[in-house]
């Protein structure tokens, strides 16, 4: 789960972080992702060798109906999802032979502020469009959440482009098909360090709230940026992508619930796909 190991070597202890997760995500009120919430807190203990038997009983619990709604339904899924919790319980209740050591915190504040439109190159000529929906101002621990248009271009588009511009729709989404659907992510300042001098700023919008595309946001790795996008490119060339339906920039900044709920049921349905795709994995590994 993101956070844990900036958290940890920030000085915090695993028991603090896990409060901090636990306020944070509020798994108490998850039913479908409850287990999913616990086994990230969980992971991250056993990694940092501070596994708590808080946690521990957490993640037992998780095996109860009540917290597998997503498998409700599906004998067969369900069934495999009570095996992959009980073989990670068993896996975690011994130590991990090399815990993580704590390394030294470096300043990492946020590279932009919540409402920037931005530049992101991804080959010698051209560049994708995003818009920045938030920002953590943490000065060592500073990450943006971005959604990423379908605008590439080589002059500097206008507003008006941008706000016309479709949120860019991944029908693969890279190892896993982890960030498949409707692309928003946060991205860590650490991340995207490496590659920030290849991204400048656009212009700005001003909006109180933007729409969620789903119902949690993703880990995105600002190095492969251009990757994603040109995986799906090449997709296209040769199928017919599952987009649901069109989200623009400008819906973005102007949500409504009817968008918002049909965003929210379109990302279960693929996050029950994937869900079920591991189960299979593992029960054949």
């Known amino acids: 789960m993101g956070g844990v190991k900036e958290n940890y070597n920030k000085g915090l202890s695993s028991k603090d972080i896990r409060i901090k997760l636990e306020n944070e995500y509020n798994p108490e009120t998850e039913e479908e992702y409850y287990g999913e919430i616990w086994t990230g807190i969980a992971h991250g203990q056993w990694m940092c060798g501070e596994l708590e038997e808080y946690t521990l009983e957490k993640v037992k619990s998780a095996t109860n109906k009540k917290w597998l709604a997503l498998w409700v339904g599906d004998d067969k899924s369900f069934r495999q999802r009570e095996k992959a919790l009980e073989e990670f319980i068993e896996k975690i209740q011994t130590p991990r032979p090399n815990p993580l050591k704590r390394k030294k915190v470096i300043d990492s504040p946020a590279y932009?502020?919540?409402?920037?439109?931005i530049g992101i190159k991804i080959d010698q000529l051209h560049y994708l469009a995003a818009l920045v929906t938030e920002h953590n101002e943490h000065p060592t621990l500073g990450e943006n959440t971005i959604v990423l248009t379908d605008l590439i271009f080589e002059d500097k588009p206008t507003m008006e482009e941008l706000l016309t511009a479709d949120v860019l729709y991944l029908d693969i989404g890279g190892n896993n098909r982890y960030h498949r659907g409707?692309?928003?992510?946060?991205?860590?300042?650490?991340?995207?360090?490496?590659?920030?001098?290849?991204?400048?700023k656009i212009g700005e919008v001003d909006a109180m709230d933007y729409l969620s595309l789903g119902i949690g946001t993703g880990i995105g790795d600002w190095n492969n940026i251009g990757k994603l996008y040109n995986e799906e490119a090449e997709f296209l060339k040769t199928n017919k992508s599952n987009?649901?339906?069109?989200?623009?920039?400008?819906?973005?900044?102007?949500?409504?619930?009817h968008l918002q709920d049909k965003l929210i049921e379109w990302d279960k349905k693929l996050m029950q796909e994937t869900l079920k795709r591991m189960n299979t994995t593992q029960q054949s590994a």
């Open 243 to 257: 987009k649901p339906f069109s989200v623009t920039i400008a819906d973005v900044l102007n949500p409504t619930n």
């Open 182 to 200: 409707f692309f928003s992510a946060s991205f860590s300042a650490k991340n995207m360090k490496k590659k920030i001098k290849d991204t400048f």
């Open 112 to 117: 932009f502020k919540k409402g920037d439109v």
